[in-house]
């Protein structure tokens, strides 16, 4: 009995040691699966660059103790792409913006090379082989090869800050600008790490808690381990992009609304409702100066003096009409045209010669070259309309505004071209269509084809046409085998043109028929070529030949490329005229590939570029 009650109570004693080994065992595995901060593992035992590794003698590992780890695949391919990023791109960059792109594809980088290791280790082959060499290889190896990454990653680094500032005074070289200085764009490297850090510091936040979800359900719901850390993962990246979604996201552009719609509100310094009953907002206008928004109280107040109208034009000059109809001014799209249509009828718009329908960009701008030399050709026999379908800048309408502008720019048109065609054919102005960046691609919104633009208008004129424009893509895909996509040519240049400068324009040398469409766009303008494909797929734009003011030294590489793109398209208008998305001493050309008045000649042409000053 006593013998019994001995083995019964060994035995009952065994299964609570047991099922603890066995759960401290798991949770050993469990850990180390999820952990990312080990390197290699050595018969067991870790060997790390770290307070344990057992090469360092006492007094280093105490220093080194605290300093973070890295995942080894990691670190090579974000290295590689911190790296590659300093390779040049389409607009020159100051140390901060070059430091910001290097953070973020080394984290980026980071990420990748943790998940493609990741995906390696459960397959059996690469483990058998992963097995085989950590046997093979020496006690010294591991820490010594760590060593070697992180010297030879510094000095790399620094190898391609140099190069890159060379890099960089290439392409300021190229658009005529100051050039950066070595020692100032040194500055590029702390700012990376910084960056890089943070984003590497975000993932493994994320990869902690789900590694803690994990064994939450493989504790309490006694899901089986695989399970439990895909579902674990599963629901701190759905929790992780809810809250940025509902916090960062949603409450950022909340802000930036509120922000922004305040900014619409307030009135430039020195802008002064006008007098004259030819402009909306004027005391005679329907339009109550109120109402028309920060830009559009700009452009009704804007314009050059009649006397010099009448010199750059070399014609008896006529008061200009400009009609404006704010996004408070009426709540819809179309009644916003059918108020900008009113504003025309009033002021006699459809008795002049030529009726401009502009669709804005974002904010509501229009810039002021476009309007004055169209009036300064035209002697101010002119009436330019446009609508505003948002104050939030661009780069946050093209996020969150796209279908507005296509609406407005499609209901404006529409409603205009009523009231054209209803006029007899020998009393209608000519009718113009313009629109520059996200307004250019609001502007094609009304029309289903460049076939349909010729018939309806009498002249297109779209400026740095975003990439995602519908007509401008199946247009360049389309082009004639041999031209490069920075400079198309669609059916011999017979309907549609696209050029940098005038002179592109007139090429190739064969028949241009009436009316014309026209794109201007510039190599070096990353509005005109950014697209999520860059991060996986080489553009035309760099297969080809490079545009006359892109470097040689710009290329394609994967996911790099495209946050390179991403952080021009901040700097697009920090480049003089003629590059990136500036396009002020082109307009005088542009205008007039699209229409001029009789007996026009180069010298008219001339003049009036220099009274604009270009």
């Known amino acids: 009995m006593a013998d019994h009650e001995s083995r019964t109570t060994a035995g009952t004693s065994r299964h609570p040691d047991a099922d603890e080994g066995l759960d401290t065992a798991f949770q050993r595995e469990f850990e180390e699966e999820l952990d990312h901060h080990h390197l290699w593992h050595r018969d067991g035992a870790r060997h790390q660059f770290g307070g344990d590794s057992p090469l360092l003698p006492p007094r280093l590992a105490s220093l080194v103790r605290y300093v973070p780890r890295a995942h080894p695949a990691g670190f090579v391919l974000g290295t590689a792409f911190a790296l590659i990023s300093l390779t040049p791109s389409l607009i020159p960059r100051d140390y901060l913006f070059q430091g910001l792109a290097t953070g973020i594809s080394g984290g980026l980088g980071y990420g990748l090379g943790v998940a493609f290791a990741w995906l390696l280790g459960r397959t059996a082959r690469w483990t058998r082989l992963t097995d085989r060499l950590q046997r093979a290889a020496p006690q010294w190896f591991t820490p010594g090869t760590w060593l070697v990454l992180v010297v030879t990653a510094a000095v790399a680094l620094l190898w391609m800050l140099l190069a890159g500032a060379a890099w960089q005074r290439q392409v300021a070289a190229l658009m005529g600008i100051a050039q950066p200085t070595t020692d100032g764009w040194l ?108 830009e559009g109280q700009d452009f009704v107040a804007g314009g050059r003096p009649l006397a010099e109208l009448g010199e750059a034009s070399g014609r008896r000059p006529v008061p200009p009409i400009r009609a404006y109809v704010g996004l408070m ?108 960046s996200l307004g250019s691609q609001g502007s094609e919104a009304a029309f289903s084809s460049v076939d349909d633009a010729r018939a309806q208008a009498d002249g297109v004129l779209w400026v740095g046409p975003p990439n995602s424009n519908r007509l401008h893509a199946a247009l360049t895909a389309r082009r004639d085998p041999g031209s490069p996509a920075v400079l198309p040519v669609v059916d011999g240049g017979r309907d ?70 991403t952080i021009d398209l901040t700097n697009s208008l920090s480049v003089p005229d003629g590059h990136g998305h500036q396009y002020r001493d082109v307009m005088v050309g542009g205008w007039l590939s699209v229409g001029t008045p009789p007996g026009w000649t180069d010298a008219d042409t001339q003049r009036v570029a220099g009274m604009l000053g270009w």
């Open 187 to 294: 500055r590029a490297g702390p700012v990376a790490v910084v960056v890089a850090g943070l984003i590497v510091g975000f993932g493994r936040g994320v990869r902690w808690l789900a590694g803690r979800a994990a064994d939450l359900l493989r504790r309490r719901a006694h899901l089986p381990a695989q399970v439990a850390t895909v579902v674990g993962t599963a629901l701190v990246v759905v929790l992780v992009a809810t809250i940025i979604d509902a916090l960062v996201l949603r409450t950022g552009l909340r802000l930036a609304d509120a922000a922004f719609s305040a900014t619409n509100a307030q009135t430039y310094p020195g802008v002064v409702a006008p007098i004259s009953p030819l402009r909306s907002g004027s005391p005679a206008s329907a339009v109550r100066w109120q109402t028309l928004g920060r």
């Open 496 to 565: 549609v043109r696209f050029g940098s400068t005038a002179e592109d324009l007139t090429r190739p040398p064969g028949v241009w028929s009436p009316p014309h469409v026209v794109y201007l766009q510039h190599a070096s303008d990353p509005i005109v070529w950014w697209t999520p494909t860059l991060l996986w797929h080489r553009p035309d734009w760099l297969a080809e030949p490079r545009g006359r003011d892109v470097s040689e030294a710009v290329d394609w590489y994967p996911v790099v490329t495209f946050w390179q793109v």
């Open 329 to 436: 001014s009426a709540p819809r799209p179309e009644e916003r045209a059918a108020l900008a249509v009113a504003e025309l009828e009033r002021t006699g718009a459809f008795g002049r010669d030529v009726l401009a329908v502009v669709t804005t960009t974002g904010t509501g701008w229009i810039d002021d070259p476009v309007a004055d030399s169209l009036e300064m050709i035209w002697g101010g026999n002119t009436a330019i309309v446009a609508t505003q379908y948002s104050y939030l800048p661009s780069w946050l309408s093209f996020v969150v505004d796209r279908s507005r502008a296509e609406a407005e720019g499609r209901a404006l048109f529409d409603a205009v071209h009523a009231r054209v065609e209803a006029l007899p054919p020998d009393r209608r102005p000519r009718l113009l269509v313009f629109g520059e």
